[in-house]
């Protein structure tokens, strides 16, 4: 059975930095795209970033130069690195993946909270 473990939530003070990380294990042929997505109370999920299994990376505006996302292939990984955070990227992030097992299905973690204090 797949399972997406993440790690690294926390509270942290605004400006400061925050690494998630997100690991599948279990039995599966390839990982394809993995992302972060995050869910704020009273919102939607929406897409932090991805990243492809070529490494192609796509960012939301909202984080675009404060987060860099990146996978190591060989542990199955991905992970989420976020600096000056603001009190309005307080939400629960959960990792996705897309996993060939033999067809590719989409897998989500199950969250790991973050909260930014001003």
């Known amino acids: 059975q797949v399972q997406l473990v993440e790690s690294g939530g926390g509270l942290v003070q605004a400006g400061g930095s925050l690494r998630l990380s997100c690991a599948a294990s279990g039995s599966f042929f390839s990982i394809n795209a993995m992302g972060w997505y995050r869910q704020a109370p009273g919102k939607q999920r929406e897409l932090v970033a991805l990243i492809t299994s070529g490494g192609s990376t796509n960012y939301a505006d909202s984080v675009k130069g404060r987060c860099t996302i990146s996978r190591d292939n060989a542990k199955n990984t991905v992970y989420l690195q976020m600096n000056s955070l603001k009190p309005e990227d307080t939400a629960v992030y959960y990792c996705?993946?897309?996993?060939?097992?033999?067809?590719?299905?989409?897998?989500w973690g199950q969250g790991t909270q973050v909260t930014v204090s001003s």
């Open positions: 996705k993946a897309l996993i060939r097992n033999p067809t590719v299905g989409a897998y």
